[in-house]
């Protein structure tokens, strides 16, 4: 079979479509035929090497979807022919407050990632693919749909009338988590760079939007919202954004966070989270039985996959440069 493979580190010329061997399922394994994966931030920190090297060679993706051709001999959840989509964490199962994954593509060092023709996963990570979507539509899904579902839902309690600010809003976090937040009849204000980002934000159901490149987002929060501050502020740009998504929570507010894309030292007056009790929550990805709840509000039609641009997998490189230079209005998909 063919994979997208890198054997040093460096920018995206460092991929190569090349011929590996095919998986073989152990006993609690299956093996899935990709029929579309996706482009997410933990494929660029892996081949950069930084902040965390990665084995190498390596095969990144942490998203999948496709249709299984193997099965291990004690397999009993699913068969050959069941079109599914996969969960990227181990344990998929965990579910305890500060649960440590291994993240696949990324930190899963027994497996090798999604951006090849098969891959071999757990049985345990695989779930039905909503029947609602095509394959493409699904790859795009689960992983920035349970991370924003967890965040938003398990982490953040989010409920009718809570006003929600999404940065990185026509991102792959940020499109789900306004539609999330809109099925749960929240307001959403979301902060993105530019008009046309702004403008899908709009289509998929943002009720403010702000343009972070042309717009003071602290004071047009304040238009919006006067001086009562934000419910829930979305954070993963990190070190750029931090500072002030603590100071616009509202008193006792959320900040709940999960990324830093821009930093990682983020600076904070910390006289907000004491003195008006502002709540600094982190978050990581989402358990199965998280990301089985999301794809139900998928199947039940509240929640649509949002791609920027579906690209042969052996462009995967490419499909990570835009998402790198910031050019992606939603996801990017790669089919063999
Ligand atoms: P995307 O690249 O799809 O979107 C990121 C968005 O961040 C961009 O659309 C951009 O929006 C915004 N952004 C980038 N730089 C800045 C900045 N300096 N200030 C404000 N906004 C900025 O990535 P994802 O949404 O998939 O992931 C976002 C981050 O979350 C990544 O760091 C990723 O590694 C992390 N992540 C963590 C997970 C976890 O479980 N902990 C799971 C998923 C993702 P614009 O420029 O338009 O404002």
């Keep these: 079979m063919k994979a997208l493979v890198f054997e040093k580190y460096g920018g995206p010329e460092v991929l190569e479509w090349k011929d590996v061997p095919d998986p073989s399922p152990g006993a609690n394994d299956v093996v899935v035929q990709v029929k579309a994966t996706a482009v997410n931030y ?6 950069r090497g930084a902040p965390q090297e990665v084995p190498l060679p390596h095969i990144s993706g942490s998203d999948a979807s ?3 051709t193997q099965i291990g001999s004690d397999v009993t959840n699913v068969k050959i022919g069941d079109e599914v989509v996969v969960h990227c964490g181990r344990p998929a199962r965990g579910n305890r407050e500060g649960q440590q994954y291994n993240i696949w593509g990324y930190d899963w060092p027994e497996l090798d990632g999604a951006h090849g023709e098969y891959v071999k996963v757990p049985s345990e990570n695989v779930l039905p693919k909503p029947s609602n979507v095509n394959f493409e539509e699904a790859a795009s899904l689960p992983l920035v749909l349970v991370t924003a579902w967890r965040k938003l839902v398990h982490k953040a309690h989010i409920k009718p009338g809570d006003t929600v600010l999404v940065w990185g809003a026509a991102g792959g976090l940020g499109v789900m988590a306004i539609q999330i937040a809109k099925m749960f009849r929240a307001t959403v204000i979301a902060v993105a760079s530019s008009d046309e980002k702004l403008e899908l934000c709009k289509k998929i159901g943002a009720d403010h939007v702000i343009n972070r490149s042309t717009q003071d987002v602290r004071k047009e929060v304040r238009n919006i919202v006067g001086r009562k501050g934000i419910d829930i502020v979305f954070e993963h740009p990190g070190q750029a954004t931090m500072g002030l998504s603590v100071q616009m929570a509202k008193w006792g507010g959320m900040v709940v966070t999960s990324g830093a894309t821009s930093g990682y030292e983020g600076q904070i007056d910390l006289r907000h989270i004491f003195f008006r009790e502002v709540q600094l929550v982190g978050s990581t990805l989402g358990t199965i039985f998280h990301l089985q709840e999301a794809l139900d509000a998928v199947e039940a039609g ?10 042969p997998m052996k462009d995967g490189g490419e499909g990570q440069r835009i998402v790198e230079d910031d050019e992606a209005v939603g996801k990017v998909v790669l089919v063999p």
Excluded at 302 to 311: C, D, F, G, R, T
């Design 302 to 311: 509240h929640i649509k996959a949002v791609i920027h641009s579906v690209l």
């Design 66 to 68: 496709g249709v299984i």
């Design 42 to 47: 933990n494929d660029i920190w892996g081949r």
